[in-house]
């Protein structure tokens, strides 16, 4: 097989992931490679777990990147944790939710589930029946940002009753971390997780995670070894976040450059306007979606500015439409997964993507698609609401 | 905390992994992202499943990239095909075989360990003892480069064995693929792994991986699923390998992107030209260091010529000589594990760092520390040694 050079075609990242990455980051991923125990390199990851702690809002020793995607750090959280008989109860509300109970019972634990329609939020008073009901729990497992279904799950009740019941708090924040605040250490999150190609823009293939003290000596003392050895929290403690730096698996050296790089990005901007940032231009392209009559499927007040999940009209053939914008625009969309499959759009502005051009560009061809097909009989107006909301935050 | 660009030192890689990348591929590091289910990252997927066939030699179907380290390999060969109570043979030599074991147990399995001294092979007559005294066993699996002691495992009689028993037969070529032959198909290895940052001259973060058709209808027809779901491979056939493209995880796009380009450099060469060039430089380096003194652990015919592991003689403090070597010289390369620490140096020349420079570089630092240190009387013999062995090539 002969193949040319691989030059990838120009794309607006606009799906649940990943985002665009800057430049910045790309040219990190191209420096040369250091050997993973050279002193420079050991360096690099403890400027990195400084990095990922003020991200994750916390003073955990054990915050780290994990050596795979975000659905590593998920297994890694359960997997460490978890042992046979382990009641885990778990929110379920779409797929992720669904993949978290899964994998508690692949580790032999016992998923309680507690379900909400997609679209839609656990319900603490439900979680709380669950801990009731269901004697010791060692954790409740939820989903911050539901990629799924765009609903922006509030944490605040599900980790008083965390505490009061005396069970570890895990939050999938894959989705979240670095475009709304995940507040590890105010919430008493005990292990936290993410990845690192949505709101922190730089490529898949890491998984941001942190695990409080209590959480990691939970992990020391289990009474089986962990059935992970790739994702041991208690060998891997040794290499990343002990000072012993001592070998475990050789680190992702360059996939860790650009991280250390896309960190110092988000330390640039700060939280703050970071979120902001999310917010304005989530509220802009909503006002511009609206106008095109794509309603958002969460409720006000639960909808993440990240991943901004509408409804498609039934007339919409809305993957012919996908497929058009990837193909004539270069810009890609999320379909709807699972029961959502047909019926709803995701569009992500995270991180990078989360700016004013990819917004307007995306309202641009979609006015453009729907006019050619009919479905649009007065156009401009998207972009009139977007610049709208733009045009007041600039006042 | 304000940080600085990160500008990595000049280091020659000439450790353990992982080695030098060239330019091409950081190059092919910092390109644009695709959406990982964008159609031209699928094709490109396709494109490195077909180069992935030819270094691994084989027409497997299931023939992928792991979103891991080769130590996820190894899990993901292991997690796949070993359900509680199975027996596995495993080849324990060193750390890999050692690992092996572990990831069996944490499995559930029962590891019937064939040991042989570190810098020693498996003797195939024990494993077949082993096969005759263990009742039904469902893999044996061994280590064919093993990475801890520079030995190379032969795997004919084994894989005859296998075939013979009825068992799977699972290798370890994190280390050897793409620098000796790995014939998957001519052997009948029903699971192979590796990594990218050894012989294929990537950065760390992917696992090379194939699957026979018999070992993965075993993984499909588990009793009870594949504890981990992040490398349960009955679901990532449906992603990368069974063109259906269902989404698992997020690719890590960036990371293929560079091993698309190492494969197709590893192509360009030719599997026969390079595993020669590894060969010669190799016989160069041993030279070399036969002239100062550093003879080899492993037996003539055992040697893996892209991992050089020599016993350092007790009058030379190895450690103080190895990190001078970094930070003097910036040249890497590796010390002894576990029994073999302190005792030993583990020189890699592997992929891009099999080259006449490297070796003359790194042999001309030795002669001069050596010789600052009173430890060599006529200096200048290691480079000849070396410069002898290319000279008989190239005549």
Same mark, same amino acid.
């Given at each position: 097989m002969v193949l040319r050079d691989f030059t990838p075609p120009s794309r607006l990242l606009l799906g649940p992931g990943p985002s665009l990455v800057h430049p910045r980051v790309l040219h990190a991923l191209s420096l040369p490679l250091l050997g993973h125990l050279d002193p420079v390199f050991l360096r690099l990851m403890d400027e990195i777990q400084t990095l990922l702690r003020g991200v994750f809002q916390t003073h955990n020793r054990f915050t780290i990147a994990v050596s795979g995607t975000g659905s590593a750090g998920m297994e890694a959280s359960i997997v460490n944790l978890v042992e046979p008989g382990d009641a885990v109860i778990v929110g379920v509300n779409g797929v992720f939710g669904t993949r978290l109970a899964a994998v508690v019972e692949r580790c032999g634990g016992k998923a309680v589930r507690v379900e909400a329609p997609w679209g839609t939020c656990i319900d603490p008073a439900a979680v709380e029946q669950a801990l009731r009901r269901s004697g010791p729990v060692k954790a409740v497992a939820v989903v911050h940002a539901e990629t799924s279904t765009g609903v922006w799950q509030p944490l605040d009740e599900i980790a008083g009753l965390c505490r009061r019941y005396d069970a570890l708090f895990v939050v999938d924040a894959v989705t979240s971390l670095g475009g709304v605040p995940v507040e590890v250490d105010r919430l008493g999150i005990d292990v936290c997780y993410s990845g690192t190609q949505k709101c922190l823009s730089c490529p898949p293939g890491l998984a941001p995670f942190t695990m409080s003290e209590r959480a990691l000596a939970a992990a020391k003392q289990r009474r089986i070894p962990c059935q992970s050895w790739y994702l041991d929290m208690a060998l891997i403690a040794e290499y990343w976040a002990e000072g012993t730096r001592a070998y475990h698996h050789t680190a992702p050296v360059s996939m860790l450059y650009a991280l250390r790089e896309a960190l110092r990005l988000v330390e640039e901007e700060g939280l703050p306007a970071r979120f902001a940032r999310h917010r304005l231009n989530s509220d802009a392209l909503l006002a511009g979606l609206e106008a095109l009559g794509l309603l958002p499927l969460p409720a006000v007040g639960r909808r993440l500015p990240m991943l901004n999940c509408v409804t498609v009209p039934p007339h919409i053939p809305e993957a012919e439409v996908r497929a058009q914008l990837l193909a004539e625009y270069g810009i890609e969309i999320g379909g709807g997964l699972g029961p959502l499959k047909g019926t709803v759009w995701r569009i992500g502005l995270m991180g990078e993507s989360a700016a004013e051009a990819p917004v307007l560009t995306l309202l641009n061809a979609l006015e453009a698609l729907f006019t050619r097909y009919g479905?649009? %009989? %007065?156009?401009?107006r998207a972009l009139q609401a977007a610049s709208g909301v733009y045009g007041q935050a600039n006042s």
């Amino acid at each position: 097989m002969v193949l040319r050079d691989f030059t990838p075609p120009s794309r607006l990242l606009l799906g649940p992931g990943p985002s665009l990455v800057h430049p910045r980051v790309l040219h990190a991923l191209s420096l040369p490679l250091l050997g993973h125990l050279d002193p420079v390199f050991l360096r690099l990851m403890d400027e990195i777990q400084t990095l990922l702690r003020g991200v994750f809002q916390t003073h955990n020793r054990f915050t780290i990147a994990v050596s795979g995607t975000g659905s590593a750090g998920m297994e890694a959280s359960i997997v460490n944790l978890v042992e046979p008989g382990d009641a885990v109860i778990v929110g379920v509300n779409g797929v992720f939710g669904t993949r978290l109970a899964a994998v508690v019972e692949r580790c032999g634990g016992k998923a309680v589930r507690v379900e909400a329609p997609w679209g839609t939020c656990i319900d603490p008073a439900a979680v709380e029946q669950a801990l009731r009901r269901s004697g010791p729990v060692k954790a409740v497992a939820v989903v911050h940002a539901e990629t799924s279904t765009g609903v922006w799950q509030p944490l605040d009740e599900i980790a008083g009753l965390c505490r009061r019941y005396d069970a570890l708090f895990v939050v999938d924040a894959v989705t979240s971390l670095g475009g709304v605040p995940v507040e590890v250490d105010r919430l008493g999150i005990d292990v936290c997780y993410s990845g690192t190609q949505k709101c922190l823009s730089c490529p898949p293939g890491l998984a941001p995670f942190t695990m409080s003290e209590r959480a990691l000596a939970a992990a020391k003392q289990r009474r089986i070894p962990c059935q992970s050895w790739y994702l041991d929290m208690a060998l891997i403690a040794e290499y990343w976040a002990e000072g012993t730096r001592a070998y475990h698996h050789t680190a992702p050296v360059s996939m860790l450059y650009a991280l250390r790089e896309a960190l110092r990005l988000v330390e640039e901007e700060g939280l703050p306007a970071r979120f902001a940032r999310h917010r304005l231009n989530s509220d802009a392209l909503l006002a511009g979606l609206e106008a095109l009559g794509l309603l958002p499927l969460p409720a006000v007040g639960r909808r993440l500015p990240m991943l901004n999940c509408v409804t498609v009209p039934p007339h919409i053939p809305e993957a012919e439409v996908r497929a058009q914008l990837l193909a004539e625009y270069g810009i890609e969309i999320g379909g709807g997964l699972g029961p959502l499959k047909g019926t709803v759009w995701r569009i992500g502005l995270m991180g990078e993507s989360a700016a004013e051009a990819p917004v307007l560009t995306l309202l641009n061809a979609l006015e453009a698609l729907f006019t050619r097909y009919g479905w649009l %009989t %007065t156009p401009g107006r998207a972009l009139q609401a977007a610049s709208g909301v733009y045009g007041q935050a600039n006042s």
